[in-house]
């Protein structure tokens, strides 16, 4: 079975700071895609992010990038430039890719992000 | 589009109540799902499915129950509420397979029952 790990339930950080978000699964597949979301106080779950395990460069979205490390299996997130509308739970997420058809999605517990001003 | 949308947003239920959590998409997306959040535990799949006609459970199934018979609608119906599953529910839609696509999250209903 797939698991997530969040290590950090929590952390703040400075407005305009760097910031890094942990995240590490287990898993005995080989194709598979990871994800971050964001949930911020609306409750919505917005996609930050994308990696899928065959690329070996890592994903970037603007201010928000990736350290994929297969080998690890380690996802780290990274939030560059932090901005007070980026306040929100940081979830991660593991899916399978099961030749053709998908797996579900399993999420860790996710982190609460606070950026001060 | 609308995307995903969920009825109602909030729910307060007695214990032994029944109800049903409407979710619909208008992607045309074959893939649908269900999922709880609790407080500390991230989201939990309660069922899927990957078509009209066909749902299966996921890892939290006991207590809920689902049918597809549309594209569009997915409804997720709690036969007898229990304290237990207060909890706030996500339906999510895609359109396999994941490598060009990805979930799309509805609002969310926050479900009480006391």
């Known amino acids: 079975a797939q698991t997530v790990t969040q290590s950090q339930p929590e952390m703040s950080v400075q407005e305009a700071e760097t910031v890094t978000l942990s995240c590490t699964y287990d898993t005995s597949e080989s194709n598979y895609y990871l994800f971050w979301y964001k949930q911020p106080p609306s409750r919505q779950m917005i996609l930050v992010i994308r990696?899928?395990?065959?690329?070996?460069q890592n994903a970037t979205e603007n201010r928000f990038s990736v350290n994929f490390q297969k080998a690890a299996k380690s996802f780290s997130l990274k939030i560059s430039d932090s901005q007070l509308g980026d306040t929100a739970m940081y979830f991660c997420a593991f899916m399978a890719y099961l030749g053709g058809s998908q797996g579900n999605l399993i999420f860790g517990k996710g982190t609460k992000l606070s950026v001060k001003p | 589009n609308a995307g995903v949308t969920q009825t109602p947003k909030f729910q307060v239920l007695k214990t032994g109540q029944s109800m049903t959590l409407q979710c619909a998409q208008d992607m045309n997306h074959e893939y649908m799902s269900w999922y709880r959040q609790d407080p500390g535990m991230g989201l939990r799949l309660i069922h899927y499915?990957?078509?009209?006609?066909?749902?299966d459970q996921g890892e939290v199934p006991n207590g809920y129950n689902v049918s597809r018979s549309t594209t569009e609608d997915f409804p997720l119906r709690l036969l007898s509420a229990a304290p237990s599953q207060t909890s706030v529910y996500f339906c999510a839609s895609s359109k396999p397979p994941m490598g060009t696509d990805t979930q799309y999250f509805g609002p969310g209903t926050r479900l009480t029952v006391l």
């Open positions: 499915s990957v078509g009209a006609g066909i749902t």
């Open positions: 990696q899928e395990a065959y690329k070996q």
